[in-house]
C-alpha cells in the first residue's frame, strides 16, 4: 500500500526529472537500426539475440526494480512509441501494455504479445493446499492466470517464435537473419531443457518451497516437481502471519533442507522462515528483471538458468551426473 | 488454533517482543508530534531515508552500512523540518513535505544517474513485521530504552513547549534544544523501526493511538499511558488476529488501531453531555 | 528586595515593516506596581515580550535584575502571564494542576522533575487563588475567567519577584475584574512582589497601580497616577472630561 503511495509521487516528480533529462538522452543517436523495446528481461534477451546486430534492444524495466508493481512513466511511453517494435510477455505480466497502446498512434509500431498461443496455467492460490481457506484473492492484475511463462522452456521457445515473427513483420528486409537466429536461440533452449530434464531426474526429494512470491508454477509442472511459495503470483502481497506459520509447517513435513529466495526483493521473509526450521537459503532468479551490475555485464537468460539448475539440484539433492 | 500453538513460532514470539516495544515508542512520541502538528513526520522522515538509502546504495553500501548513511541524513533533515516552521514560519505539514519531497527527488535523481540499482529499493527499505530477527528484537530494545530515557529525563520540558513555547521559554526551558531532541529522537525511531516493521506501520502507530488517547484522557500522563497501551494491545491483537484470519499483519494492526480510534470517539461522545458548548 | 528590578535605555523594537516601539527608557524598581497602557497596537505586549526576550531588540537595552533581557536566565525569579485566550490549545490534555506545575520547571535544572512537595505547593497556589477544586479538570473545560486564573497560578507558583501581566482581564467580567486587580494588589503589597500589567482599562489600574506607563510607540508618560492626573500632555492627549473621568472613578 505504502509502496503503492511512494511509487506515484515517484512517478509524479520522474514527470519532472524525465522531462529535463529523459529527451537528451534518448535522442543522441538516430540508428537506422530497427528499434526494438522489450518489458522483462526475458524478453530483452531472446529479441537481443534475434535481433543481433541489426537492431537495437531496450528493456523498459529500470534494473533492479520489481516487476510486478511496476508502471510505465511518461517517458517510457514516448520511448514505445519511438519504437519500430514493442514487445511484452503477456497481459497478465503486463496489464498495463494494453492501454498504453491504445495511446500511441504510429501505424509502423509492431506489437508482439510473446504469450501469444502458450496454454497458460491457473494462477495457484497461495494457500490452496491450506486449511484456513475462505478469504480473499485479490489476483487483480493478474486474472487468475500465472505469468511467469518463461519459466517453461517449451514456452520459451514458443515466446522466441513470436519475437522473431514480430522481428520479421517490422522488418522483413532482414527477415532471414532473425530466422536464422532465433532457430539457434531455440536449439539453446532445447539443450537448456535437456539439461533440466536430465539433471532432475534423480533427486531425494521432488517439493521445493520458495519463500517469495509464486514464479515457478511453470518449471515445477514441466519437470514434475511439487512447488510452493510464501505469496501467491503478485510480488506485492504482504503474507499473513496464518500464512508464515502454515509456511513453516510445509518445510517440516516436507523434510527439505533447503529454501529458494527470489531475486532483487530483500530475502528477509525466507530468512525468516530458514531460521524457524533450521534450513538453509539459496536463490532462485526468476529472471523477471535483473540488477545493475547483471545487467551491465551482460548476463544471459539461459546462464541464469543454468544456476537456478545448480541450485535447484542442491536444494533437491539430485544426482549430478 | 490455540494460543500456546500460535505462540510456538519463534518469528510471532520476535514480532511479538520487538512490535510492542516499538508500538509503545511510536505511540508516547505520536501524543507529543500530534500536539505539536507534526504527525506527518513519520512519512516525510520515511521518504527522506529513502533518498538517503539510494545513495548508499549508488555506493555500493548495503543493508546494515547503509544505515551509517541514512541515520546522519535524517536526522538533519529531521532538524531541517524544526528549522524550517521556525525560520520560515511553515506549519509543521508544509515543511514536512517540502523535506520529504527532497528527499524522494534525490532518491529517483540517483536511481536514473546510476542506471537502475541491484536490488529493488523499496523491498529493502522497509521491514516487515513478521521477519524480524533475533538482533532486530535488540535494536528494538536498545531503541526503546534510549528513547523511553530520554523521554523521561526530559519529560516535563517536552510537556512544557508541546503546551506553549513562549511560556516553556519563561520557565527556562530551552525550547530550540528540546524541540530537536524531540525530532531526532523521531527520527532515529523512524530509520531504525522501519527497517523492522515498515513505514505504514510506523506512521499509523505515531498517529492513531495519540489520536485516540486524546479524546479521553483526562490528564497528560494518562494520555500517554492510553496511546502506550492502545499501541501495544493493538499490535499483540493484530499479530493475533492477522493469524486467524490469515490477512496481513501490519494492515491488521492499523485496522485495529482504527478501531480504538471509532470506539474511544464514540466514548468520548457517550461521556461527554450531549449539549455542545 | 531592593534595587532596580527592570531598567530599559532607549530600547527599541524595529523590524522590516517599521518601528514598534522606539526610544523607551524607565526604570521599574523592586515593589513598583507599573500598569502599561495605550491605545492599541502601541507596543505594550511588545514591550513585555522584549523585556522577557520573547521579540529581538534592534536597538538600546533592556535590562531585568541587572543582567541584559537577550540572555537573561534568572528565571525562577519572574513569573508571566501571557494574552492568553489565544494560547490554550482546546484538545491539550493537560490537568490543571500539570499546567501549574510547569511553572516551577524554571526553579529547576535538568531533569526537571515535579516532586511532592512541588505538588503541595501547586495545590497552595491554587488553593489561593481559589481554583483548587478545578485542580483535577482539563484546561480546555474551562471558562475564561478560570483559564486565567490557571495561569496566572502558574505564574506565581514559583514565587517570582516580577509578575508581568499581560491583558490579563480581558476575557473576565466586570466583576471578576475588580476582584482579579484587588488580588494583584494584594499580591504586591503583601509579598512585595514588582507587578508588570499591560491593560487598557486605565481608570482601573490606576486605582491600584503605583506607577503608570503610558505607551504609543514612544513612551508618552512615566510616573505616579497623581502625576498621570495632573499632566497637561495627558489631558491634551484624551481630553480633560476623559481625564478626569479615569482619575475620579470612584
Ligand atoms: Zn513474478
Redesign the interface.
Same mark, same amino acid.
Do not use: M
Given at each position: 500500500m505504502k509502496r503503492r503511495v511512494i511509487l506515484i509521487v515517484l512517478t509524479v516528480i520522474a514527470m519532472t526529472v524525465f522531462v529535463l533529462a529523459g529527451c537528451t538522452t534518448e535522442k543522441a543517436k538516430p540508428s537506422t537500426k530497427l528499434q526494438v523495446v522489450t518489458t522483462l528481461f526475458p524478453l530483452y534477451d531472446f529479441a537481443r539475440t534475434i535481433g543481433g546486430e541489426r537492431a537495437e534492444v531496450t528493456m523498459l524495466l529500470p534494473p533492479g526494480m520489481e516487476p510486478h508493481s511496476f508502471e510505465p512513466k511518461p517517458n517510457d511511453i514516448i520511448r514505445v512509441s519511438k519504437a519500430g517494435l514493442f514487445i511484452f510477455t503477456n497481459r497478465y505480466m503486463e496489464p498495463w501494455a494494453g492501454s498504453i497502446l491504445k495511446g500511441i498512434e504510429r501505424k509502423q509500431l509492431q506489437v508482439v504479445d510473446a504469450g501469444q498461443g502458450i496454454a497458460y496455467m491457473k494462477a495457484a492460490a497461495e494457500d490452496e493446499h491450506d486449511h484456513d481457506h475462505g478469504d480473499h484473492h485479490d489476483d487483480n492484475h493478474a486474472g487468475g492466470m500465472d505469468p511467469h511463462i518463461w519459466l517453461d522452456f517449451g514456452n520459451a521457445a514458443l515466446m522466441a517464435d513470436n519475437i522473431q515473427a514480430g522481428f520479421a513483420a517490422a522488418d522483413p528486409a532482414n527477415a532471414t537473419y532473425y530466422r536464422a537466429n532465433a532457430a539457434t536461440l531455440k536449439v539453446r533452449l532445447t539443450e537448456l531443457d535437456q539439461r533440466y530434464r536430465a539433471g532432475l531426474q534423480e533427486c531425494a526429494t521432488r517439493t521445493f518451497l520458495h519463500g517469495g512470491h509464486f514464479t515457478f508454477g511453470y518449471l515445477a509442472r514441466r519437470y514434475g516437481l511439487e512447488y510452493r511459495s510464501l505469496s501467491g503470483v503478485s510480488s506485492e502481497s504482504e503474507p499473513s502471519a496464518a500464512r508464515m506459520a502454515a509456511m513453516v509447517r510445509q518445510i517440516r513435513s516436507s523434510g527439505v533442507q533447503y529454501l529458494f529466495a527470489e531475486e532483487l526483493l530483500s530475502p528477509r521473509l525466507s530468512e525468516t522462515l530458514a531460521g524457524e526450521t533450521g534450513v538453509a537459503v539459496l536463490k532462485l532468479h526468476g529472471a523477471h528483471n535483473l540488477g545493475r551490475d547483471d545487467f551491465q555485464q551482460g548476463t544471459g537468460f539461459i546462464g541464469l538458468m543454468d544456476q537456478n539448475l545448480a541450485n535447484l539440484q542442491k536444494g533437491l539433492a539430485c544426482r549430478v551426473k | 488454533m490455540d494460543i500456546l500453538e500460535i505462540l510456538s513460532y519463534g518469528f510471532i514470539q520476535r514480532a511479538l517482543l520487538a512490535g510492542v516495544l516499538i508500538a509503545v515508542l511510536c505511540s508516547v512520541l505520536g501524543v507529543f508530534l500530534v500536539?505539536r502538528r507534526l504527525s506527518l513526520i513519520g512519512d516525510g522522515l520515511a521518504h527522506v531515508t529513502f533518498g538517503s538509502t539510494a545513495i548508499a546504495l549508488a555506493f555500493k553500501i548495503y543493508s546494515a552500512a547503509s544505515l551509517l548513511v541514512s541515520l546522519p541524513v535524517v536526522l538533519l533533515a529531521s532538524l531541517g523540518i524544526l528549522r524550517l516552521t521556525e525560520k520560515a514560519r511553515l506549519s509543521g505539514d508544509a515543511a514536512i513535505g517540502i523535506v520529504s519531497a527532497v528527499g524522494i527527488a534525490a532518491g529517483i535523481i540517483l536511481a536514473s544517474v546510476g542506471g537502475g540499482y541491484n536490488v529493488d529499493l523499496l523491498s529493502y527499505l522497509f521491514g516487515n513485521i513478521l521477519s524480524i530477527t533475533r538482533e532486530e528484537v535488540l535494536i528494538a530494545a536498545g531503541l526503546f530504552c534510549v528513547v523511553m530515557l530520554l523521554l523521561?529525563?526530559?519529560f516535563?520540558?517536552l510537556?512544557?513547549i508541546?503546551?506553549?513555547e513562549?511560556?516553556?521559554?519563561?520557565?527556562?526551558?530551552q525550547t530550540r534544544l528540546i524541540s530537536s531532541v524531540l525530532v531526532m529522537l523521531t527520527a532515529l525511531s523512524v530509520v531504525l523501526a522501519m527497517k523492522l516493521v515498515g513505514i505504514m506501520l510506523i506512521s499509523s502507530l505515531l498517529i492513531l493511538p495519540a489520536v485516540s488517547?486524546?479524546q479521553l484522557?483526562?490528564?497528560?500522563?494518562?494520555?500517554i499511558g492510553l496511546a502506550a497501551l492502545q499501541g501495544c494491545c493493538s499490535v499483540v491483537a493484530g499479530i493475533f488476529v492477522s493469524f486467524i484470519t490469515n490477512l496481513p499483519t501490519s494492515a491488521m494492526i492499523v485496522l485495529i488501531n482504527l478501531l480504538f480510534f471509532g470506539c474511544a470517539c464514540s466514548l468520548r461522545r457517550l461521556l461527554t453531555p450531549g449539549n455542545s458548548n | 528586595m531592593s534595587g532596580e528590578v527592570v531598567r530599559t535605555e532607549q530600547l527599541g523594537c524595529c523590524y522590516r515593516e517599521g518601528c514598534v516601539l522606539e526610544d523607551i527608557s524607565f526604570t521599574v524598581n523592586a515593589g513598583d506596581y507599573v500598569g502599561i497602557v495605550g491605545p492599541n497596537g502601541s507596543g505594550k505586549s511588545t514591550l513585555v515580550q522584549a523585556l @522577557?526576550?520573547?521579540v529581538a531588540i534592534s536597538s538600546g537595552s533592556a535590562r531585568l535584575f541587572g543582567s541584559r533581557c537577550d540572555g537573561f536566565?534568572q528565571?525562577?525569579r519572574?513569573g508571566?502571564l501571557?494574552q492568553s485566550l489565544h494560547? @490554550?490549545?482546546p484538545?491539550?490534555?493537560?490537568?490543571v494542576a500539570?499546567?501549574v506545575?510547569?511553572?516551577l520547571?524554571?526553579l529547576k535544572r535538568?531533569?526537571?522533575?515535579?516532586t511532592r512537595q512541588d505538588r503541595e505547593k501547586v495545590d497552595a497556589t491554587l488553593d489561593t487563588l481559589g481554583i483548587y477544586d478545578i485542580r483535577?479538570k482539563?484546561i480546555g473545560e474551562l471558562s475564561g475567567g478560570q483559564q486565567q486564573r490557571v495561569l496566572l497560578a502558574?505564574a506565581m507558583v514559583n514565587d517570582p519577584e516580577l509578575l508581568i501581566l499581560d491583558e490579563p482581564t480581558a476575557a473576565l467580567d466586570p466583576e471578576t475584574r475588580e476582584r482579579f486587580y484587588r488580588m494583584i494588589a494584594e499580591i504586591n503589597r503583601s509579598r512585595g512582589v514588582t507587578v508588570l500589567l499591560v491593560t487598557h482599562d486605565t481608570g482601573v489600574i490606576g486605582q491600584h497601580a503605583t506607577r503608570m506607563l503610558y505607551l504609543d510607540k514612544r513612551m508618552l508618560f512615566f510616573g505616579s497616577f497623581d502625576d498621570f492626573c495632573h499632566s497637561p500632555e495627558m489631558s491634551a492627549l484624551f481630553g480633560e472630561h476623559s481625564q478626569h473621568l479615569m482619575c475620579h472613578r470612584h
Open positions: - | 500536539l523521561g529525563l526530559f516535563n520540558d510537556l512544557a508541546t503546551f506553549n513562549e511560556l516553556a521559554r519563561v520557565s527556562g526551558v488517547a486524546l484522557a483526562r490528564s497528560f500522563k494518562a494520555c | @522577557l526576550g520573547l536566565n528565571w525562577g519572574v508571566y501571557p494560547l @490554550l490549545n484538545i491539550f490534555p493537560a490537568t500539570e499546567t506545575g510547569l511553572g520547571l524554571s535538568f531533569p526537571r522533575r515535579i483535577a482539563l502558574r
